[in-house]
Each structure stands twice: as C-alpha cells, then as structure tokens.
C-alpha cells in the first residue's frame, strides 16, 4: 500500500457532537454482533448431549454441530471483507444480521440432526459477513484514532462478556430445552435491526467482484479447516486430511496468483507492505491459537478429566472473564496513553505466564487453580487485541477496512482451527490427556512468546 493511501493525521478529526449518538449506536450494534458472534460457538457447547438424545448422530453430529459453524465462518471472512467494501459497512451489517437471524431459527426448530448441522453452516456465514462489517462500521463511526482506540475496547467486551455468560447460560437454557440456546439469539438480532435505522447509510463502492479469487478462497478455507478439522479426528495422515490439505495449499497457490493479476482483487496483496498489518496478522494468530487452545483443553479437562458438570465447569471460567472485560475498556486509555506496544507486549506476556502455570498445575486437578491460571490468559488476550486490531484499522486506507478486517480475522480463525485439530490429536494420543494437554499448552506458550517478541515492533505512540 502506497503511503499516500493512509489515513493522515490531518484527516482524522473528532466527529462532530451531533453525529456522536450515532456513533454510539453503531459502536451498540457492533459490539452485540461480537457479542453473538462469539456466545454461539461456547453456548452450543454445553448443549451438546442433549442435542444428540434429542436428534441423534452420535459423536460426529455432535461435533460437526461445533465445526459446522467454524467452517462456514472462517471460509466466508475474505468474501464477507470484499462484499462490505462493495455494498457499505451498514448494508453488509444488515444482511449479515439477517441471515443470522433466520439460522438461528432453524438451528431452535431442527427437526434432525442433519437440519440442525447444515443450519449451524449458515448461520456461520451469517456470523462471517457479521464480523468484518461491524468493525468497519465502528471505523466509520469513530475516524478519530484516539477515540476509535476506546471504542475498540468497547467493542471487544461484546466478547468477553459472551465468553463470561456463554457457558454458565447454556447450562441453565438446556436444562429447560436446548433449543433455547438458538431462540435466545432471536430477540438480541431483532433489537440490532431495528437500532441499525439510526445509523447513517454506509458508503458503497461497487466494483467488479473477483470471481476467480472468490472461488479459490473458498475452496482454499474450506480444504484447510475441514483438513485440520478431520486430520484432528481421524489423523493428519489418513486420506482425506492429506487430500483435503493438499487441495487447499493448491488453491491458496492459485489464489495467491490472480491476487497479483486482476484488478480488483478481493485480498489486496498492498495490504502486506504495511508492517503494521503483517505484525498484527501474526499476532492475530498467536492469540486465537492460546486463547482457543486454553479455552478447549481446559473444558474438557474440567468435565471429562475433573467429573465436573457442564454449568459448574463453566463457573470456572468467570473470573477470568470479569478481569477480561476489565482489561478490556482499559486497553483504549492505556493504548492512548502509551501507545499500542505496550498493550500489546504486556498481554501476550500475561496469556504465555497464564498457560505455563495451567500446564504446571494441571497434574494438581484443581479447578481453583485452572480458574487462577485462566485469569492471565483471559485478562492479557482482552488488553492486548484490541490495541492489534487498532494497529490494523490505522493502518490502511478507509475504503480497505473491511478488506483488511476481514483478513486479519481469517488468520485468527485459522489459528483457532489449528489449535482446536491438534490439541485435540494431542489428547486422544498414547501418552494420555495431562501429558497431551501439557504439550499442548506449552506449544501455545511459545508461539505467544514469539507473539511478544514480535510486537515489539509495533510503533508507539
């Protein structure tokens, strides 16, 4: 990206008072879209054995009603940017709410477990063109960086919040029905449509969509989740895992090339000379690959390994929230005041001292001290990625918010798939889960020291 391309600091002023409740809707309706975004993949988790009573399918249903959901949502982000660049941040909001929304119906009403999984897919895809559209509305609504510094913070509690009340609620709404874990999200994504009439129409930039790179992505995301997916269940060397990943680096080859010949590429390739933007990439997935790591070696040692009850296991996880939400409106006043590196470095510290002692202290099996230990990781992830995702709106141009949102959030979602496959071959392998967990645990603690090291090359203030 040519320099000429970013936003200046001459540009960038405050918005004008009378546009500042409007500002708030918007950064309202973002963060209740973070906020379902990620309440759906840790409610549905709990729900998990009375869904497969209910509809049957076995374990497979049950998984593929998690992965369902991650599939369609990682394969869809890159498209999700490009069409909220084309049609307007608000107009994509909207139709991602509704997709949303009808998915969620149908998830409630599922009359088997095949309905209910192919729901799950599009209500992934909904999720997926949800993502980037509400952190380009909130790049609309606050173009101040100083301001769009708080507002990411705000807007980063939608998720921790969900991740305070997911699991505990799913376990309070299954032992009523599990369908009351879809239904809940009914009267939320109404509340957003109606809010979203006060937001400004979003300015629309129609150009010719890249068919051929649209193609390739999916194909290229869809091959690699669905190979990390099966490889993580039935081994990275059997047929399907080695022919679906083989696949997918082809296509990502294929992609890669067309990005760098047509036009109007979905993924500018420009977006990478900007060493803000590849640091925070990597970054981006580091931390999904703790943060989902921990989250999933930790429930099922609680429930499976401890004996402990889905909403019990979910208490657990409380105090790591409440401190997350925490650190997560304090990481717009610290990034204002000390620029984003420290935020950053300071919060993948905190997550790599978190899962050092969760690997430590596992062999104890306490749930007191999983929930200690959780806490660093929880609260270091909340101050950190905000201040990463600020470096990626600064960092280009407005009309590439979503291009660039949609992108950074693909290689979190890749780092969460990752994790989520082989964690998961690591437990299920001959030396026992501890040691599995152990392993794994210390994998992601190094890869987040490597994130710590590398944002020290954030630029401060």
């Avoid at 759906?40 to 497979?60: C, E, K, R, W, Y």
């Avoid at 979203?196 to 194909?219: C, E, K, M, N, Y």
């Avoid at 104890?364 to 230990?373: D, G, H, N, T, W």
């Avoid at 709106?393 to 291009?403: K, M, R, S, Y």
């Amino acid at each position: 990206m040519s320099s000429s391309s970013l936003p200046s600091p001459a540009t960038d002023t405050a918005v004008p008072a009378t546009d500042r409740p409007r500002a708030r809707v918007a950064l309202a309706i973002g963060s209740l879209g973070f906020f379902l975004i990620t309440l759906d993949i840790s409610i549905v988790n709990v729900a998990l054995t009375n869904i497969s009573q209910d509809l049957g399918g076995g374990t497979a249903g049950q998984q593929w009603t998690i992965d369902g959901y991650t599939l369609l949502f990682a394969s869809l982000l890159l498209f999700a940017g490009n069409l909220t660049d084309r049609i307007g941040a608000k107009q994509a909001l909207t139709l991602g709410i509704t997709v949303f929304t009808l998915a969620s119906a149908a998830c409630a009403g599922a009359p088997g477990i095949g309905a209910l999984v192919a729901a799950r897919c599009v209500q992934g895809a909904g999720a997926a063109i949800m993502l980037p559209a509400s952190m380009a509305l909130i790049r609309e609504a606050f173009p101040d960086s100083r301001r769009r510094a708080r507002a990411l913070g705000v807007w980063a509690v939608g998720g921790a919040v969900a991740a305070l009340i997911g699991q505990p609620l799913g376990g309070v709404l299954t032992t009523l029905d599990w369908r009351w874990v879809f239904t809940i999200n009914l009267p939320v994504c109404a509340a957003m449509l109606i809010c979203l009439v006060r937001v400004a129409h979003s300015p629309s930039r129609p150009s010719p969509f890249d068919w051929p790179g649209q193609l390739l992505a999916l194909i290229a995301m869809a091959g690699l989740v669905y190979g990390l997916i099966d490889g993580g269940h039935a081994g990275f060397a059997s047929a399907s895992a080695v022919l679906t990943l083989a696949v997918a680096a082809l296509a990502t080859v294929g992609f890669l090339v067309v990005q760098a010949r047509v036009s109007h590429p979905m993924m500018p390739l420009d977006l990478f000379t900007a060493q803000g933007f590849r640091i925070a990439s990597v970054i981006g997935f580091c931390f999904m690959v703790g943060n989902y790591g921990s989250v999933f070696l930790s429930s099922l040692f609680l429930q499976q390994h401890l004996g402990l009850s889905p909403l019990r296991a979910g208490l657990v996880y409380i105090p790591s929230a409440v401190l997350a939400i925490v650190a997560n409106l304090s990481s717009g006043p610290v990034t204002n005041r000390f620029g984003a590196r420290v935020p950053v470095v300071s919060g993948m510290v905190s997550m790599v001292v978190g899962l050092v002692a969760l690997a430590a202290l596992v062999p104890l099996e306490s749930p007191l001290l999983v929930a200690f230990s959780l806490i660093f990781v929880g609260a270091g992830g909340a101050l950190a990625m905000p201040a990463v995702t600020g470096v990626v709106l600064d960092g280009v141009a407005p009309e590439q918010a979503g291009a660039a949102s949609a992108v950074f959030n693909t290689f979190r979602q890749i780092g969460g798939a990752v994790a989520i496959a082989i964690f998961g071959a690591l437990i299920a392998g001959s030396g026992g889960f501890v040691t599995g967990m152990q392993i794994g645990l210390a994998t992601a603690a190094a890869l987040l020291l490597l994130a710590a090291l590398i944002g020290l090359r954030v630029r401060t203030k």
